[in-house]
């Protein structure tokens, strides 16, 4: 069973919210705002079960309004996203949501309206829920979560008590992740790539990790130019991971960067990356960042995607080659 304590590293409010919901002295709405995969949604779920829980322990996860809410099926907990065929949340979806919030519950007497993704409100839409805002109904709570937050309209915010999800350092983020079960082989890349972000980690594909060696492998042996032409066309015509690859890439270089500072062991790295910060000093791996960011210029400017892999990897054998070994 999840709990608040599990996101403590999350935000300074946690255990404020935890109170609030386990005594019934909420407010009215609630704003959670931070990046992706920072736990958000998952507190508000918890915020909706410890108000409609009849354990002892709040929330238990075993009573009946629990496991309906866990279920998705609890009649006074309603969720406002898109429709299937839509991008954003319509001014009729809000007004028949806010119907609901008028009439009586059907269970304990609260009602909680989860939006997810709030920047999935539209103007009109944003101003039909403030007027509610503004006019709260009784035992109603309404729960939004934004990555976002100049998505909302300032009045929506300023209606609603803000609280910041922030990412957790890596250990922390290796930590939930080992609590969560994660294999422990996964554990330290995982948390990296997501740079504390634990629903990010957990969402990162096994093809994703298997792509993270692959590129470290080829990219770091190309400072022999020989084996250039080879890498290019591996990566060259693979339109969909384009960003994949360069974002991969830097991931990787700043683990090198970070080594070639000495602020961390190589133990981490792969181990042509490990090799390469051994052998070219830090201005070097600055250097090759510095190529990166135009690599990711050059993208944008529709450069083809082989002229861009061609760059960068001259620039890896550049660095590489003009340190005496
Ligand atoms: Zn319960």
């Known amino acids: 069973m999840d709990s608040f304590e599990n996101y403590a590293g999350q935000s300074v409010h946690i255990g404020r919210l935890k109170s609030e919901f386990t005594n019934g002295t909420f407010t009215h709405a609630y704003l959670f705002a931070g990046p992706a995969g920072t736990g958000k949604k998952s507190v508000a779920r918890l915020c909706a079960m410890t108000a ?12 009946g309004p629990c496991r309906r809410i866990l279920a998705g099926t609890h009649p006074d907990v309603h969720v406002l996203t898109p429709l299937a065929d839509k991008r954003e949340i319509s001014v009729d979806q809000m007004r028949q949501m806010l119907r609901e919030a008028d009439i009586h519950t059907f269970e304990d007497g609260i009602k909680v309206f989860l ?3 709030a920047e999935k409100m539209n103007v009109p839409s944003q101003n039909t829920l403030l007027k509610t805002l503004e006019e709260p109904f009784p035992n109603t709570v309404f729960l939004l979560t ?7 309209l300032p009045t929506v915010v300023s209606r609603c008590r803000l609280i910041r999800f922030h990412p957790l350092t890596d250990e922390q ?3 939930r992740l080992r609590a969560l079960g994660v294999e422990e082989s996964q554990v330290a890349l995982r948390a990296r790539i997501s740079e504390g972000c634990v629903g990010q980690a957990l969402a990162v594909r096994e093809e994703t990790i298997q792509l993270r060696d692959e590129i470290s492998r080829l990219f770091f042996s190309a400072h022999s130019l020989a084996n ?3 890498v290019v066309n591996r ?4 339109k969909e991971n384009r960003q994949t690859i360069l974002n991969l890439f830097e991931e990787i270089l700043r683990e090198v960067i970070q080594v070639q500072a000495g602020k961390q062991d190589s133990l981490s790295l792969p181990q042509d990356a490990a090799a390469y910060a051994a052998h070219v000093p830090l201005q070097g791996g600055l250097a090759l960042r510095d190529r990166i ?3 990711r210029k050059m993208l944008r400017s529709n450069v083809p995607f082989q002229s861009v892999l061609e760059t960068v990897l001259i620039k ?6 003009q340190w005496p070994w």
Request: aromatic share 4%; glycine share 10%; charged share 30%.
């Open 146 to 152: 934004i990555v976002h937050l100049s998505a909302l």
């Open 293 to 295: 960011i135009e690599g």
């Open 228 to 230: 250039s032409p080879g």
């Open 115 to 117: 939006i997810p993704d």
């Open 173 to 175: 983020t290796e930590a």
């Open 52 to 63: 409609m829980c009849r354990g002892e322990r709040k929330p238990c996860g075993e009573c």
């Open 316 to 321: 890896i054998s550049e660095e590489y080659n």
């Open 235 to 238: 990566f060259k015509d693979d």
